[in-house]
């Protein structure tokens, strides 16, 4: 299951974490958030032990989502030691973010 990311918890479980991150910037009322959402748990699951996969509800959160710039949701953004490697803007196959999550696990 994704991990749920706040403003309290983002710098520890995604900036300091020693695996890959994958972060979804969501909302319940965000229409294409609803059709990512669930990718983004086949995705936890499917990495488990090997990346850490996340979601930050941007109504809830809003410092985080300034920090990285969020302005259109769902954004994808993948981290790897603290920095941002690779980002998705908008709903896409669940392939599309597989392939983008595994290029970083090496």
Known sequence: MAIELTDANFDE?????DKPVLVDFWAE?????RMVGP??????????G???VGKVN???NPNISTNFG???IP???IFKNG???DKQVGAVPKSILSNKLSAQIA
Not at 29 to 33: H, V
Not at 39 to 48: G, P, Y
């Open 13 to 17: 479980l995604v900036l300091k974490s």
């Open 29 to 33: 009322w965000c229409g294409p958030c």
């Open 39 to 48: 990718i983004v748990e086949e995705l936890a699951k499917d990495f488990e």
């Open 50 to 52: 090997k990346a850490v």
């Open 58 to 60: 941007v109504d809830n």
């Open 70 to 72: 969020i302005r259109n």
């Open 75 to 77: 954004t994808l953004l």
């Open 83 to 85: 920095e941002v490697v």
